[in-house]
């Protein structure tokens, strides 16, 4: 039997890697955004053109380390940045940042052609997901889901509650979820499989 845990485990369990065992968080999201892009190139996808769409937050920042992995090997890969740029967390700056050094291209939100990428990777919300989801968050899950591309979720499908599986309003559908340290107990439930897809878990390092 796989080892689940909840969203508040999860959270506490990456808390507890920062503060008492002293491993940054940006080490954590290195190896979480390498594991990710491992899963990816396992794949038999075709990655001729890749779009990460990333929310504000720490799994927005993965899915900005991913495209920085994806992009230095020669992926042609663009970025949507979701959220209020007031709000980036500190590591999302980081990678942005990172990002722009290698002029991985933002594309404009208004203006998105959905049909022309082949994976899209889902980066808007992991374990912080604390409310339904609302406003133009909704529209961009629905383009996501109704796009061609293949769908790698980035440690939850944006949407859905890890702990319960359940769909707070709308969710990314993934046909593939690459989940850190341990599946949430929502993950595993038969309701979450059409949103995560094949689930794979991935050690970065965090026990609990
Ligand atoms: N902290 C750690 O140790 C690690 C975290 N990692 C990543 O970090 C993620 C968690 O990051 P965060 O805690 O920054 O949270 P998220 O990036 O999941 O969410 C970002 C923010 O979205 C906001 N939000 C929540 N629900 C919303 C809604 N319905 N509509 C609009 N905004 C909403 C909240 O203010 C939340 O802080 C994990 O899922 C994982 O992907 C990884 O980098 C590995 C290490
Ligand atoms: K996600």
Redesign the pocket.
């Known amino acids: 039997m796989m080892k689940t845990i909840s969203v508040k485990q999860?959270?506490q369990?990456?808390?507890k890697?920062?503060k008492e065992v002293g491993i940054p968080?940006l080490v954590?999201?290195e190896?979480?955004?390498l594991k990710a892009a491992d899963n990816l190139w396992h794949t038999n996808w075709n990655l001729n053109h890749v779009l990460v769409v990333a929310?504000?937050?720490?799994?927005?920042?993965?899915?900005l380390?991913v495209a920085r992995l994806l992009a230095v090997k020669g992926v042609h890969v663009d970025i949507l940045l979701l959220?209020n740029p007031k709000?980036y967390?500190d590591?999302?700056q980081t990678q942005l940042h990172t990002c722009k050094y290698y002029h991985v291209p933002v594309v404009d939100p208004k203006n998105v052609d959905w049909k022309k990428y082949t994976v899209i990777i889902d980066?808007?919300?992991?374990?912080?997901?604390?409310?339904?989801?609302?406003?133009n968050?909704v529209d961009f899950i629905k383009k996501i889901n109704q796009a061609p591309a293949r769908v790698q979720a980035?440690?939850?499908p944006?949407?859905l509650n890890?702990s319960t599986g359940k769909v707070?309003?709308v969710s990314v559908k993934a046909d593939l979820t690459s989940t850190?340290?341990y599946a949430k107990n929502g993950m595993v439930k038969p309701e979450a499989k059409p949103y995560i897809g094949k689930l794979i878990v991935n050690d970065?390092g965090?026990y609990c």
Do not use: C, K, W
């Open positions: 999860a959270q369990a990456d808390l890697t920062q968080g954590l999201m190896r979480a955004a929310g504000s937050g720490n799994n927005g920042g993965d899915g380390a959220g709000h967390s590591e999302h980066a808007i919300f992991g374990t912080g997901l604390s409310r339904p989801v609302a406003g968050y980035i440690d939850i944006s949407g890890g707070m309003g850190f340290a970065i965090i």
